[in-house]
């Protein structure tokens, strides 16, 4: 062979050498999803692909969300209108099988499943709610018998209608266990996400050393300061609850009236909450607190003690309908948010429509698709 084709494949073999070497390095560590944010929405996103046996890489600085302040009661019924959650059914199914393989794994207790009572304020309100309890969407949750109890400590007059397939997520125990089995996996990176570090390729995404398929972002109301996707209609909603001791409550049902009241253990319950679209302050107000304790003395006759109060931005759309979906033109992009007030009902099924989406030939729902906002 002559001199020069043996230093023309000398060079290409150096040349590729370097190529391959240099992409190595920039992408050296691979994963299937990189998810970005921590709250109730990034940890169903990562349980959702460790369940299906995907590797993943989940990125967080742990400042506090609506998530941390978060009930996590789940309820498949608007009470205040007596109407369904929109696919009520079908998160529940989802729900009820979800958040018990997450216990196996992490051996930790999460979900409580309790009845809600619904306090009735007048007969006419009685009225409506057995009626409406006939409906097909209502009728499996909302019993048309009318429960006559008497509860020491809680003023009912008008008797309460009972509701079904309800419960709680501990929401801080759920965020807590799904950080420390990351952590435990090498999957967990606590640090600010740096958008410098991201870069949007072909058929897959590298953020720093890492090389994923995509890139899935949950961020909760800080999607606003998201230089992909800030630009979506995401409204912040302001929520705030109380954590009362009550000596000599016992409660079997959590309570719904103008607020909830909701056992947690012994003599602690949770009380909530509000909804502020104008204040989107990041601080307690005494306005909420005066609101919440005014609205609990309505039906509260016990003495208690205000424990705790906390606050936080729920992420919510105009229509009431989640974010999910690729950005328009970096494909590898993606949303999770907007699940607002009910995050622990919807995000299970709503990362497994995600999921579906992307491995099973599926297609996101088309009330939650992000698409939707550009057309």
């Known amino acids: 062979m002559p001199r020069n084709s043996e230093a023309f494949f000398l060079f290409l073999f150096i040349f590729v050498t370097y190529f391959i070497f240099i992409h190595f390095m920039s992408c050296k560590k691979v994963v299937d999803i990189v998810i970005v944010g921590s709250g109730i929405a990034g940890c169903t996103l990562a349980w ?9 890489i989940l990125i967080s600085d742990v400042e506090k969300g609506s998530s941390a302040v978060a ?42 499943p309790i009845n809600i009572l619904r306090r009735f304020h007048d007969n006419k309100e009685t009225k409506t709610w057995v009626k409406k309890s006939y409906k097909e969407d209502l009728k499996d949750f909302m019993s048309s018998d009318i429960v006559h109890r ?6 009912a007059p008008f008797n309460f209608g009972l509701v079904t397939q309800t419960g709680w997520l501990d929401t801080i125990g759920f965020m807590n266990a799904s950080l420390d089995y990351l952590k435990s996996q090498s999957s967990l990176i606590l640090e600010s996400f740096d958008f410098d570090e991201l870069s949007h390729h ?10 994923a398929g995509k890139i899935i972002f949950a961020e909760g109301f ?82 208690y003690e205000v424990i705790d109060h906390k606050h936080g931005i729920r992420p919510t759309t105009i229509d009431r309908r989640p974010f999910i979906g690729a950005h328009r033109d970096y494909k590898n992009y993606y ?18 429509n995600l999921y579906d989406t992307m491995y099973n030939d599926a297609v996101i729902n088309e009330e939650m698709n992000v698409d939707r906002c550009f057309n």
């Open 48 to 56: 959702q692909w460790i369940l299906n046996g995907k590797s993943v």
């Open 71 to 112: 009930a996590g009661v789940y309820n498949p019924t608007i009470l205040k209108r007596f109407t369904s959650v929109w696919k009520s059914a079908q998160q529940l199914e989802v729900l009820n099988s979800f958040y018990p393989l997450v216990e196996q794994i992490t051996g930790i207790p999460l979900l409580h």
């Open 150 to 155: 008497d509860i020491y400590g809680i003023d």
């Open 202 to 211: 072909k058929d897959h995404i590298c953020y720093k050393e890492w090389k």
């Open 222 to 303: 800080k999607l606003r300061s998201n230089p992909y996707f800030k630009d979506l209609p995401l409204q912040g909603n302001k929520g705030e609850v109380l954590t009362i001791k009550v000596p000599g409550l016992k409660l079997d049902h959590i309570i719904k009236s103008s607020v909830f009241l909701m056992p947690y253990s012994n003599d602690l319950f949770w009380v909530g909450a509000t909804y502020s679209r104008e204040d989107l302050t990041d601080n307690s107000t005494e306005t909420a607190k005066e609101f919440l304790t005014s609205r609990l003395e309505r039906f509260l006759t016990l003495a």
């Open 335 to 352: 949303v999770f948010n907007g699940m607002g007030s009910r995050a622990v009902l919807i995000a299970p099924w709503a990362a497994q």
